[in-house]
């Protein structure tokens, strides 16, 4: 059936300049109210919400507007008016006119959603995934959806005006090796063989690099088997990038400018460059994580020399077999922690990893502590001055024989006491570069060292010698760029060397034959003048959620799957018929 009422003004755009002018609007009903002789209702399109009356002096629009309910969308034809002083609502735009209806067309009917469609609506997420398309009119979620919009626009715009070309890659491509498990696709013309969606375009863009294109970026689509979190999904999407004939300092100053721009067009938020450089083991000993929040204080202080001369034997055991004694002054933490509390942070610490927490409260009768008596007054105040700790303060620390797991927990505990205690500042900004990632870290499931980035990132240059010998201690030319105790993105400079990829992959447990077989096609094509190249990747649904303040990943993506990689719109994954498994030359066993 032809639409009678043609559309003329989104129903958010008008404003009290449109008074008097005859207005075509579509969309769907918010609510409607009757208030015996005048009908209110409360229209809605993307662009926001406007109130249209309806009396009986248009009787037949009159009598439509009767039969109208919540979520039914219509066409209404009528005059803008000013709304009564006593009728405005300031808290909307739309707030100080009305629309006087004359005309209404009923385009489509709706059944009671289970739902409300407002912001504050309490609706369990399942149901929100379930009926997305619901979920999809909330004001929240709409902007959510249009933000992103916004935010690959900047992007693209950025980089247009910085000379780099958007090119796609393929979608159906080749497993490889190395990083999370490959989503499989069986080839039907190909019986018995796979192709594997992509984790990332990686050596694609490498090639696109020996290819000539010099500076590429693409909105990718990226997909990886893995477990799932708040800010993880099965499928996501990634801005990745690659330059030629560049190095560290280059990739991180131009993305330092790409952020800013992007930022500052999409949000209030100001971003000033460049931003703060650490090293990966700086990062890991300040703040026991590679992601480092930065927005309070609270760094971990090494206490390792002031008391391996104790008589603490914990302390004492883990030095001297190789470990560390750690700790974090928690600034008025006497007065915060009742002796009780503490001992529900040294079990909090024991769930981060630690075997135990030792502790020293300055009280204002004296110093409290179960391992005073193992420490001479003199290595007390040499403890608390390395802490700049006064009275009120308290002290925490772990010790162990393994570095890493003194770190880890640690930090884990200081992100821990900081949300507990209020100490992050939600509307601060801080974004940083972690720079000279570890070449090589150990993985205890396959009993090996694997790459800490990928298989395709160079080490620095004055640690090449080390994968002789030593390669689990060579650096990389590897960066990630944090926000607020998130990565946002990571990179590196590559290996553009047949001879030193080969070597990598030598050390990586990785035969001749092996490597040529999973990435022949990027060695055969060092082969041909490969100009020296680097770039990153960013996850944009997590970028989006961190400018949006979001808590859940899931909120800026337009249809989600659940923790479990499922979709309860559509109700993938999903059995599918025998004789499309039969085509696939695929038998179930299950």
Known sequence: MEKKIKRNFYCGDLREEHEGNDVCLSGWVQTRRDLGGLIFVDLRDRSGIVQVVFNPEYEEAFKKADEIRSEYVISVRGKVSKRPEENVNPKIPTGYIEIIGQEIEILSKAKTPPFLIEDDAKVDEIVRLKYRYLDLRRPKMKENIIFRSKLNKAIRDFLDENGFIEVETPILTKSTP??????????????????????????????????????????????????????????????????????VDDVISLNEKLIKY????????????????????????????????????MEMVDVSDAVINSDFKVFKDAVENGGKVKGINIVNGSNLFSRRQIDELVEKAKEFGAKGLAWINIAEEGIKSPIAKFFSSEQIENLISKFNAKTGDLIVFVADKDPELVMTSLGSLRLYLAKTLNLIEKDKFNFLWVTEFPLLEYSEEEKRYVAKHHPFTSPMDEDIYLLESEPWKARAKAYDIVLNGTELGGGSIRIHNTDLQEKMFEVLGFSKERAWNNFGFLLKAFEYGTPPHGGIAYGLDRMAMLLLGLDSIRDCIAFPKTQNASCPLTDAPSEVDQKQLKELHIQLKI
Do not use: H, W
């Open 262 to 297: 992007v930022v500052e067009r999409v949000t209030d938020i100001k971003v000033n460059i460049p931003f703060p450089r650490i090293t990966y083991n700086e990062a890991m000993e300040k703040y026991g994580s590679d992601k480092p929040d930065t927005r309070f204080g």
């Open 178 to 247: 190395e990083g999370a498990r490959d989503y499989l696709v069986p080839s039907r013309l190909n019986p018995g063989k796979f192709y594997a969606l992509p984790q990332s375009p990686q050596l694609f863009k490498q090639i696109l690099m020996i290819g000539g294109m010099e500076r590429y970026y693409q909105i990718a689509r990226c997909f990886r088997d893995e477990d799932l979190r708040a800010d993880r999904q099965p499928e996501f999407t990634q801005l990745d990038m690659e330059m030629s004939f560049v190095d």
